[in-house]
């Protein structure tokens, strides 16, 4: 969605972000950020969004996609939603809520693109895959599931769960390195060409072990075409990048809102396009009446009632920062360290500078050291001796590797320390 179109959209909220949401209550007081940051490198604009963080001071931490701090604002939203909670108990929970969640669903529908109709809150991005893979009801006995070595490792164990359920053969494929935009495309082009009988297609968006982007609508529509669906794992890229769920082209959606969005931990959505719920089962609790809907595809029980309300908060945050330039921001940070360190001897950065390929976070790795217990060594290293936090990643092919994933309200001095902690490291192991 566009900036212009967003904002329009959501003129009535920005005019004042923080005073009360579809709760009603006055739960937040405004966020100290400035209408719009002059670019990505706008440190003075950057450093006020920073204030709106409670950050450890142990640490430089550049690893921030395990999940996404709330910002005071949503903490104290969030602080407020489960003291009422919490007070009016069932109260609140039988009469109250309905037409609030009601309210939290369709902005999130508007915001994602999509109807309410084509919209579930989740848990988080696993419970919306998991009831999106094995609900899926296409396979048949000879048919195949195809997979990539950058997927999630619960994702891809839900594919293969859901293979051997239904007799399908499980593909698995390497994505190349170094990444190009071409190369990945042609991977997929040819991993489908010769295996004709692939039904489903998981593809992530972007790479929790490496960062980098997938071009899911392109293998989508590549997908499409020799009658392949396809499951996008959202998990990392909804907020880090500026996108609605059609834009991805995909038939089926996992999305996180406690990660670049900033909602407490415990929510995320999934998304079916229109015209496709028949080919999810409802879930195994569906009653009668929720058979025909999106919200039969997934049964929670009763959920962090505080933590959905919190949504629309976190929203109003991210608005503050805008989200084509949140995006920028985060790909800047990136480059800021990546710049240091590419074309150095022995380092190898895993995404490519492509724009399209990349967005907050990329993944290194010092060549020749492609263990887990090597890259576990690394990150004790950078943590040790510069107090860089970062995390080690395994599965990818060619090996194992260090993930740097700058947050919102990381500075430019971070970045720099994370590099000059890289570059030291690459010293001491590679001599
Ligand atoms: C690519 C990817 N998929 C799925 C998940 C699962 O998300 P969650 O644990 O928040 O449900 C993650 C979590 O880090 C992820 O990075």
């Given amino acids: 969605m566009t900036q212009l179109s967003r904002r329009s959209l959501l003129a009535a909220s920005l005019a004042s972000p923080f005073a009360g949401g579809v709760s009603g209550l006055a739960t937040a007081q405004s966020a100290s950020v400035p209408p719009a940051p002059a670019g990505p490198d706008d440190e003075a604009y950057w450093a006020r969004v920073a204030a709106n963080y409670d950050v450890t001071g142990d640490i430089t931490n550049v690893e921030n996609g395990n999940w996404g701090l709330m910002a005071h604002p949503v903490l104290d939203a969030y602080k407020a939603h489960t003291e009422r909670v919490n007070r009016d108990n069932s109260y609140f929970a039988r009469r109250a809520y309905g037409p609030i969640f009601m309210d939290i669903l369709e902005e999130t529908a508007t915001r994602l693109g999509a109807s309410t109709d084509e919209i579930a809150f989740t848990r988080g991005a696993t419970e919306a895959l998991q009831n999106l893979i094995a609900g899926y009801n ?63 297609l998981l593809l992530t968006h972007i790479s929790h072990r490496t960062g980098l982007v997938m071009p899911v609508r392109e293998i989508s529509e590549m997908a499409h075409e020799q009658g392949v669906d396809v ?13 609605t769920a059609p834009d991805l082209g995909a038939d089926f959606i996992g999305f996180n809102l406690h990660k670049w969005i900033g909602a407490p931990i415990g929510v995320g959505a999934m998304y079916i396009r229109k015209g496709r719920l028949g080919d999810i089962d409802p879930n195994m609790s569906a009653g009668p009446g929720e058979v025909d809907s999106i919200h039969g595809r997934v049964h929670t029980g009763t959920s962090n009632f505080a933590a959905y309300m919190s949504v629309p908060d976190a929203f109003a945050f991210q608005d503050t920062m805008g989200w ?42 010092f060549s020749g050291m492609a263990s887990e217990d090597e890259n576990k060594a690394i990150a004790a290293y950078l943590l040790e001796h510069h107090q860089v936090f970062t995390v080690h990643r395994t599965g990818v092919t060619a090996g194992a590797c260090i993930r740097v994933t700058p947050g919102y309200y990381n500075s430019a001095r971070d970045m720099q320390r994370a590099a000059a902690a890289i570059l030291d490291a690459r010293q001491h192991f590679l001599g």
């Fill in 138 to 200: 296409r396979l048949e006995p000879g048919d195949a599931v195809m997979m990539a070595d950058l997927d999630y490792g619960s994702v891809m164990n839900t594919m293969r769960w859901k293979a051997s359920q239904a007799g399908a053969e499980t593909i698995e494929i390497a994505i190349p390195e170094p990444a190009t935009h071409d190369a990945v495309l042609e991977t997929y082009r040819a991993a489908l060409t010769s295996h004709p009988n692939t039904r489903l």
């Fill in 231 to 243: 499951v996008v794992d959202a998990a990392h890229s909804w907020g880090q990048m500026d996108f």
């Fill in 324 to 365: 084509p330039e949140k995006a920028a921001r985060l790909s800047h940070l990136r480059d800021l360290w990546v710049s240091q360190c590419q074309g150095v001897e022995g380092v190898e950065v895993l995404t490519p500078d492509d724009p399209r390929m990349h967005a907050g976070i990329t993944s290194f790795r």
